[in-house]
């Protein structure tokens, strides 16, 4: 479940990107845009102590969503 933090110039590079074949604007393009015009784009690590979900398939977002649930419900 990623974070992001973009500066509002990110949607210019989201106008311009192509819709997909599914007629979606993709968020992985207009980074891909920013990159390629000499904007600088980072990603921060997580930490081994950091929580890690895979959420790439609708089993694996259900697991997720329970992990998440559980750590917010047991506290």
Known sequence: MPIYIFKSKIFEFLK???PDRKGEIQL???IQGMIEAGFKV???NLKK??????IGTPQ???E???TSY???HHK
């Open 16 to 18: 311009q990107a192509k």
């Open 28 to 30: 992985t393009d207009g």
């Open 42 to 44: 980072i990603a921060v």
């Open 49 to 54: 102590e950091e929580l890690w979900l895979d």
């Open 60 to 62: 694996l977002y259900w």
């Open 64 to 66: 997720a969503l329970k």
């Open 70 to 72: 559980n750590m917010n």
